[in-house]
């Protein structure tokens, strides 16, 4: 049975009763400031497992782990090199995850083997607080089925885990739509796995220059975060990403045999479907998930993106959008 709650603050009694339902076992949808998380004590192995059960997640993709203080973070960790606690001063609590070599006390389950572990310090308040309550650090992937879209509202998170866990806290929309930016920092300089909603811009203008690896579709290489070799934020509806110029013709072409929506962040283009239109890359990457669920929703068959510059989120997204898409129209 799974168990709704709406809660608006971090003061809200519901809280305490879920926080202690976490540390027996239990699995919890939570509001971050990027996209909602599947939350379950770190620290128990069998609880972590359901994790992978209740997300059909494969085994050997690792989970982030969520804390809410240096004190519950410090046990977890070998060493932070200077640069770890630059980082961590300058961005934490907030969309940064940090990849460090882990202790002894990070069970593997949680880290599929790796003797790294990638540690998250949200900022939103309900997170915050849910994690101060139940005093044990919180292993959470993002809260949907594998290969979905990641969850920016609690309804996704219903729509794919209603009956597979425990609660689902429902804290309204979330801020940044992506999921955070993930920076390995075991390697020198450091590495940027996953681009996310702090952008590589104000990491550089923290630590200078940082390696962005090639993005692992065009490569054979060995992707680094595991889980971005998988299928990815896909809808049911195909994905592709059109350029600017080709984005109306393409879209009056394919509505004619498919139900066609188009998701665009500047021109306003004339066609028989739906357009989806967001005034900046911001407001994109805050609904783009929700807009791909909406799109499934409508049963449609297709969907177009508009391409984008790979400036400030732009890179989050492109990261997201060439994961979904199974082709590219330039
Ligand atoms: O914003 C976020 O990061 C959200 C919220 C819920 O915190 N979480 C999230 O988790 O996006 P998830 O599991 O959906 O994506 C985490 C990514 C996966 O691609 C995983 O393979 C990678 O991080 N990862 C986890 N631990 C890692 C490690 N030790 N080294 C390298 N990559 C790691
Ligand atoms: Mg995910």
């Known amino acids: 049975m799974t168990e709704v709650v709406v809660v608006h603050s971090a003061k809200d009694p519901a809280l305490k009763k879920i926080a202690s339902d976490l540390k027996k076992g239990k699995l919890v949808v939570f509001p971050t400031e990027t996209v909602y998380g599947l939350g379950a004590n770190a620290l128990d192995e069998k609880a972590v497992r359901k994790i992978f059960k209740a997300k059909n997640r494969p085994q ?27 980082l961590m001063k300058h ?39 849910l994690i101060a309550l139940s005093g044990v650090p919180l292993a959470a992937p993002s809260a949907n089925t594998a290969t979905k879209p990641s969850t920016s509202r609690a309804e996704h998170a219903f729509h794919d885990l209603n009956g597979k866990v425990d609660w689902i806290i429902d804290s309204g929309a979330t801020d940044s739509g992506v999921e955070s930016t993930i920076l390995d920092i075991t390697r020198t300089p450091a590495v940027l796995l996953r681009p996310g909603a702090v952008t590589k811009e104000r990491l550089e203008r923290c630590t200078g220059k940082i390696t962005v690896p090639v993005p692992s579709r065009t490569t054979r290489s060995k992707p680094l975060a595991p889980g971005m070799k998988y299928r ?44 989806f239109r967001f ?28 391409t984008v510059s790979s400036n400030g989120i732009g890179l989050a997204l492109q990261n997201r959008l060439n994961k979904a898409a199974e082709k590219i129209v330039k």
């Open 91 to 129: 961005f934490w609590p907030g969309a940064l995850t940090l990849v460090f070599e882990k202790t002894d006390a990070v069970p593997s389950a949680v880290t599929a083997g790796l003797p790294t572990v990638g540690i998250r310090f949200p900022s939103h308040p309900v997170a915050r607080k």
């Open 232 to 275: 990815h934020y896909s809808p049911n509806a195909k994905v592709w990403l059109v350029s600017s110029q080709k984005l109306e013709q393409i879209a009056q072409q394919q509505s004619r045999t498919q139900k066609t929506a188009v998701i665009s962040y500047s021109q306003k283009i004339v066609f028989t479907g739906k357009q």
């Open 279 to 306: 005034h900046s890359l911001k407001k994109l990457a805050q609904e783009l998930f929700h807009t791909f669920r909406v799109c499934d929703a409508e049963k449609t068959e297709l969907i177009l993106v508009e």
């Open 60 to 86: 050997d993709n690792p989970l982030l782990v969520h804390v809410s203080s240096f004190k519950m973070l410090k046990p977890l960790v070998k060493k932070f090199p200077p640069i770890a606690k630059k």
